[in-house]
T-cell receptor, first 111, second 109 residues
Framework: NAGVTQTPKFRILKIGQSMTLQCAQD?????MYWYRQDPGMGLKLIYY???????DKGEVPNGYNVSRSTTEDFPLRLELAAPSQTSVYFC??????????FGPGTRLTVT | GDSVTQMEGPVTLSEEAFLTINCTYT??????LFWYVQYPGEGLQLLLK?????DKGSNKGFEATYRKETTSFHLEKGSVQVSDSAVYFC????????FGAGTTVTVRA
């Protein structure tokens, strides 16, 4: 099992550009999550999904969108990138004991 | 809502010292409790978990016991190594994870 995979690992965007962060899991988990981690801080929940076709907002959803067309994939879309979105983004999926498994992260810089 | 409070860092120790990181929680139900570890430049890894009161999670020499009476889940390791230098997060879960702020641990040789 690959677990949770994320692409790209690094990305630099100009202000106003858009991009999609990819996330996939091969554990057949229904719940998936997107977090952001700012330097020296904990994680903040952006969006989550309880299954294909169902998504909901977390603590900091503004400036982001998600979709969940399959159990495996949960992409995060950034529209009109802003410097405040410079962060490390982690995707995760949830196992049967409510534990979450994290991907390696995407480091995004908006300049 | 549900929340986690963990000991502030940073914590600096010598190799073979005893490590404890305090974590307390507030929850309306009966959440599962977790410790995650994040090594520099990496994602979060599940270190250990406990799903009900009095459960003890353990992994890589680390232990934590789910104490309902004190609403605590303190992390302990008897003899730390340089390779244990990382940020440790306490978390609880119902439909989502609520994280503590993280404790940075540095172990000196």
């Amino acid at each position: 099992n690959a677990g949770v995979t994320q692409t790209p690992k690094f990305r630099i965007l100009k202000i106003g550009q858009s991009m999609t962060l990819q996330c996939a899991q091969d554990m057949n988990h229904n719940y998936m999550y997107w977090y952001r981690q700012d330097p020296g801080m904990g994680l903040k929940l952006i969006y989550y999904s309880v299954g294909a076709g169902i998504t909901d907002k977390g603590e900091v959803p503004n400036g982001y969108n998600v979709s969940r067309s399959t159990t495996e994939d949960f992409p995060l879309r950034l529209e009109l990138a802003a410097p405040s979105q410079t962060s490390v983004y982690f995707c995760a999926s949830r196992g049967t004991d409510y534990e979450q498994y994290f991907g390696p992260g995407t480091r995004l810089t908006v300049t | 809502g549900d929340s986690v409070t963990q000991m502030e860092g940073p914590v600096t120790l010598s190799e073979e010292a005893f490590l404890t990181i305090n974590c307390t929680y507030t929850a309306t139900g009966y959440p599962s409790l977790f410790w995650y570890v994040q090594y520099p430049g990496e994602g979060l890894q599940l270190l250990l978990k406990a799903t009900k009161a009095d459960d003890k999670g353990s992994n890589k020499g680390f232990e934590a016991t789910y104490r309902k009476e004190t609403t605590s889940f303190h992390l302990e390791k008897g003899s730390v190594q340089v390779s244990d230098s990382a940020v440790y997060f306490c978390a609880l879960s119902d439909y989502k994870l609520s994280f503590g702020a993280g404790t940075t641990v540095t172990v000196r040789a």
